[in-house]
Every structure is written in structure tokens, then in C-alpha cells.
């Protein structure tokens, strides 16, 4: 099973785990763990909180929810809007690492800013001082391994130009990929499975 280095950490997208599987994942040596919904998070974050857990926010983050969640995690993954990044401001207690997901794939079911948005919106996002953008974001496209390929190439540049620290991008069956450009957080879920007892 694949394992953090000092190239890149490996995060455990837990949506498909229960806390007591959670716990077993830990106990194999994995201290990063990435939520979908904030409900589900906040209850294993309640349940789990003696274990040393870094927790990420990895999925798609409605602003009302944001003020039940966002001084308790480690680091947001998706800030993809102008209208989040007001909520975070409202709320958050001290400043928050995010990655900006970027929609390169052009993919209209897909959230994340566009890339011909994005140097708007990174100029737009210094006038929150909550934030503090590390990197970006993005997922690949299902089933398509050529065009994840040239999308994940694509984001090692931005990284590049824009000379962030991170780059979180690649799963279960795309992460080699993404490690071939450089990622820096991989956020695994399905592989998982095979190594709960
Ligand atoms: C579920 C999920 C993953 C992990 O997906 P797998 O294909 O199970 O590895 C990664 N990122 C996000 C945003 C997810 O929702």
C-alpha cells in the first residue's frame, strides 16, 4: 500500500469508511484524512479526536455549512468561489490553508474555477486575510487516463507559474499519474478497502 514520502502525502478519502475503520487505516501508519460532507466529518471528527488526525476537506462545501466546520480542519482542498471565501472570512478564527480547485477539464458538472478565471480570482482572493492559498486542486477525468494525464500536466505548470507549495490530485486509479506530475497530496479512497481487517 502506497505511503506518504517526502515527495508527497498520501491522504485516506474516508467518505467510504466508518469510524471504527478509520481507526484500523490509522493504526496502519496513516495519520491524513480527507471528508466529503461536513456532516459525516464533524461526527468522526467528534468520535475520533483523541487519534492525531490531519483533517482535510475534500469535497464540495456549501457556505452554510462553513461555520461548523472550517476552524476544525487542517486544510480545505476545494475553495472554487469567491462567495466561500466571504464565508470563510466571516468565520474562520485564524487563517486557513486552502487549495483553489481548478476546473481545467472544462467539464460543466464539474465545480472549480476555470482556468481562464483564475488569475482574476487569485488577485480577488488577497482581499481575504483568512485565506492563505497553498496550492491547487483538481481531479481527473473518469475512465479517461490520456486526458487525466494532460490535465494533471497542465496543473504541474500552474504550480510552476504560480509557485505554491501544493498540488493536491490524483486517486485510486489515477494516482501514479499524478505522481509522475509532481503532486503533492493524493487523496486515496477505494485502495483502502483492501487493507482493513
Ligand atoms: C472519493 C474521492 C476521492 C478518492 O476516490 P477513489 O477513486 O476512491 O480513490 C478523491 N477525491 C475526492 C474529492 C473524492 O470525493
Known amino acids: 500500500m502506497i505511503k506518504s514520502n517526502e515527495l508527497y502525502k498520501v491522504i485516506c478519502a474516508s467518505k467510504y469508511f466508518t469510524s471504527d475503520e478509520i481507526k484500523n487505516i490509522y493504526a496502519q501508519g496513516y495519520n491524513d484524512f480527507g471528508e466529503n460532507q461536513v456532516q459525516s466529518m464533524i461526527e468522526k471528527m467528534d468520535v475520533l479526536k483523541d487519534l492525531n488526525i490531519t483533517w482535510h476537506f475534500i ?62 480570482f487569485l488577485i480577488e482572493i488577497k482581499n481575504y486575510d483568512k485565506i492563505n492559498i497553498v496550492g491547487f486542486m483538481t481531479m481527473g477525468v473518469f475512465d479517461d487516463i490520456e486526458r487525466t494525464n494532460d490535465i494533471f500536466h497542465q496543473m504541474n505548470i500552474l504550480k510552476e507559474k504560480y509557485q505554491y507549495p501544493y498540488l493536491s490530485m490524483g486517486m485510486t486509479d489515477d494516482y501514479e499519474v499524478a505522481i509522475k506530475h509532481h503532486a503533492t497530496h493524493l487523496r486515496i479512497g477505494r485502495l483502502f478497502k483492501t487493507m482493513i481487517k
Do not use: F
Not at 475553495?79 to 472570512?89: P, V
Open 59 to 120: 469535497g464540495h462545501l456549501q457556505t452554510n455549512k462553513v461555520k461548523y466546520m472550517i476552524n476544525r480542519i487542517d486544510m480545505l482542498h476545494t475553495l472554487d468561489r469567491i462567495s466561500l471565501a466571504k464565508m470563510i472570512q466571516k468565520h474562520a478564527n485564524h487563517k486557513i490553508d486552502c487549495m483553489i480547485q481548478v476546473n481545467i477539464s472544462q467539464e460543466t458538472q464539474k465545480s472549480g474555477v476555470l482556468l481562464e478565471n483564475l488569475a482574476e
